[in-house]
């Protein structure tokens, strides 16, 4: 997801096209999460989730985009405080796309 590029919300509620209570929360959230990086909206939307209860996974997956399973995994990252998450940078290292050509040593 680029940073300039806002989800639009897939709830049920918003789809309707009718105002509803939590329409501006929704886009508000979809704003907030657009400005992050990758691991930032994993833990965000974690920690929304959390606050919904048991199906707080599929919602909050329906208004952001994001995969529930990637909500999970935002939610296993804060419960090991972090720990295994890189202070300096997005991703782990040897995370990526591998190289097109192979080194070669002259």
Do not use: F
């Not at 919904?52 to 599929?58: A, I, T």
């Not at 972090?82 to 040593?105: C, F, N």
């Amino acid at each position: 997801m680029e940073a300039s590029e806002i989800h639009q919300c897939e709830c049920a509620a918003c789809q309707q096209g009718m105002a509803h209570p939590e329409q501006e929360r929704h886009r508000r959230i979809n704003l907030l999460i657009s400005r992050l990086d990758e691991q930032q909206r994993r833990w965000y939307v974690a920690m929304e989730s959390d606050q919904l209860g048991p199906d707080g996974d599929e919602v909050l997956s329906h208004i952001t985009g994001l995969d529930a399973k990637t909500i999970q995994r935002g939610r296993q990252e804060l419960e090991r405080e972090l720990s295994d998450r890189p202070r300096e940078r997005v991703r782990l290292p040897g995370g990526g796309r591998p190289r097109a050509e192979k080194k070669t040593q002259p």
